[in-house]
């Protein structure tokens, strides 16, 4: 059996090995991405959009949160399980961000927390890894302030704005987080970033000199279709597949094809007596 995934585990693979991250949401996906070896699995708030059905991450909730984390941490045995802290849960005081990271831990078995912000989020991390809640940094395009940012966006594309990263990059190590997403970046900052910290950097459309690579899985397998980022590359297209099995299954239904002999239970007795016994 392979041995569970650590913080530390992830902190030794910086400039080594590549590391690899997908978002899960319930625990069949969760059961099959840790069985291929994802090294990280994401419980993102971008279930908000992919699985609830919300326009934005921001009205996701705590309590749903942790209701798809519980689902991926029961069944993963050794991926490191990272739950998105939702919009709401830690900007307003240290105290919360605390008390909302260790429930992550404590009622949902995740392993981390992920949280977005720069610099200005530097005192909620030192906090949270004080307390004992390992923390994942997220910059770039932060989609729950997306709006402030002037919509979904590629960030960091002149020099003062490059710097504001750059900088809320290394405070964020500074304060303890122990990896560091970077969003939709332009690959040359990317690889500057990567190379001014000392904890590993996962990009999603940050080119390829991240330390690692993250997509939502709904993306990756081409399930989600009301629109399609410039960076996401689809390894499969399962939403055609899905309708052409259902449309399948309502023609041979409504045909009487199915249920087939093969698919029915026999018994063992003759049930032609409850006729007599009902007349």
């Known amino acids: 059996m392979t041995e569970k995934r650590t913080v530390k585990d992830i902190l030794a693979r910086k400039g080594r090995e590549k ?19 994802i090294d990280i699995l994401l419980v993102g708030d971008s ?19 942790l209701h798809h984390c519980r ?12 739950g998105d802290m939702p919009f709401g ?4 005081s240290t105290d919360a961000a605390v008390s909302n990271g260790i429930r992550f831990l404590k009622e949902a078995g995740c392993d981390a927390v992920k949280l977005e912000g720069g610099a200005e989020m530097a005192d909620v991390v030192r906090a949270l890894t004080r307390a004992g809640v390992p923390v994942m940094g997220h ?21 003062e704005s490059a710097r ?3 900088a809320g990059a290394k405070a964020l190590t500074e304060a303890g987080i122990f990896a560091l997403v970077l969003e939709c ?6 690889a500057i970033v990567t190379g001014a910290v000392s904890v590993p950097t996962i990009g999603i459309g940050a080119g390829s000199g991240c330390d690692g690579q993250v997509l939502v899985i709904n993306d990756l397998l081409g399930l989600f279709e009301q629109f399609r980022p410039a960076f996401v ?32 239970f026999g018994a063992s007795v003759d049930f032609s007596s409850l006729l007599t016994d009902e007349q």
């Open 47 to 65: 279930l908000g959009m992919v699985v609830l059905g919300y326009d934005s991450t921001v009205p996701v909730t705590m309590d749903e949160m």
């Open 233 to 264: 590359k689809q390894y499969a297209r399962l939403a055609p597949e899905v309708r052409k099995a259902v449309t399948a299954f309502k023609a041979e239904v409504e045909q009487g094809v199915f249920p087939a002999g093969e698919h029915t």
């Open 89 to 92: 849960s830690y900007q307003g």
């Open 139 to 159: 910059v770039g395009l932060t989609p729950q302030t997306a709006g402030q940012l002037g919509g979904y966006k590629v960030q960091g594309r002149d020099l």
């Open 164 to 166: 504001t990263m750059l």
């Open 185 to 190: 970046v332009p690959g040359d900052l990317a």
């Open 19 to 37: 590391l690899t991250m997908l978002t899960a949401y319930d625990a069949s996906m969760a059961r099959l991405l840790d069985e291929e070896g």
């Open 71 to 82: 689902a991926v941490s029961r069944v993963t045995r050794a991926a490191l399980v990272v």
